[in-house]
T-cell receptor
Framework: DTAVSQTPKYLVTQMGNDKSIKCEQNLGHDTMYWYKQDSKKFLKIMFSYNNKELIINETVPNRFSPKSPDKAHLNLHINSLELGDSAVYFC????????????FGQGTRLTVV | AQSVTQPDIHITVSEGASLELRCNYSYGATPYLFWYVQSPGQGLQLLLKYFSGDTLVQGIKGFEAEFKRSQSSFNLRKPSVHWSDAAEYFCAVGALTGRRALTFGSGTRLQVQP
């Protein structure tokens, strides 16, 4: 059983399109995150939700909108995709924000052409 | 604000040799420290973590790390590297207060020579 699963694993799309990445965790965790890994492998937090409530919203363009229908799901919707959005996006979950380890999904490699 | 520095971008070791990956952190209180490993095309897997107590922590795959408060360091070690250890290694710091998401270092890429 996969603990944190995200779909799709690969996403190739044209500039200007709107796309979504889905994430689900079956660990019973209260907190979920989206991280972005750029081409230099640098990982940076984008959003954090705790029990469906937005806790962290880093300096991310408002074209990015997270949605948490319940505490087991955190989806990422991206409008008007740009070339610079190409990256690997990781979903993660943890039991208590920041203090326990985060469990990561396999990542979604987004390529905008 | 917390930060993590991994001074070595790329390290090459021979199979069977010992390994030490460096990590320095900046945080005002007692940090929660982690090492993650990322194999090519994969997600991040937790190797080990430090919250409190014994400053030498053991992890999976034969890895260990030592927390040194005086040096603000949390270096990762392995006595004998295997070819399958080739991957990207990330040090991270988390906290209970303030900015609570993990802050990652820039990673160290480990290459293992036969």
């Amino acid at each position: 059983d996969t603990a944190v699963s995200q779909t799709p694993k690969y996403l190739v799309t044209q500039m200007g399109n709107d796309k979504s990445i889905k994430c689900e965790q079956n660990l019973g965790h209260d907190t979920m995150y989206w991280y972005k890994q750029d081409s230099k492998k640098f990982l940076k937090i984008m959003f954090s939700y705790n029990n469906k409530e937005l806790i962290i919203n880093e300096t991310v363009p408002n074209r990015f909108s997270p949605k948490s229908p319940d505490k087991a799901h955190l989806n990422l919707h991206i409008n008007s995709l740009e070339l610079g959005d190409s990256a690997v996006y990781f979903c993660a979950s943890s039991q208590v924000q920041g203090s326990t380890e985060a469990f990561f999904g396999q990542g979604t490699r987004l390529t905008v052409v | 604000a917390q930060s993590v520095t991994q001074p070595d971008i790329h390290i090459t070791v021979s199979e069977g040799a010992s390994l030490e990956l460096r990590c320095n952190y900046s945080y005002g209180a007692t940090p929660y420290l982690f090492w993650y490993v990322q194999s090519p095309g994969q997600g991040l897997q937790l190797l080990l973590k430090y919250f409190s107590g014994d400053t030498l922590v053991q992890g999976i795959k034969g890895f260990e790390a030592e927390f040194k408060r005086s040096q603000s360091s949390f270096n990762l070690r392995k006595p004998s590297v295997h070819w399958s250890d080739a991957a990207e290694y990330f040090c991270a710091v988390g906290a209970l207060t303030g900015r609570r998401a993990l802050t990652f270092g820039s990673g160290t890429r480990l290459q293992v020579q036969p």
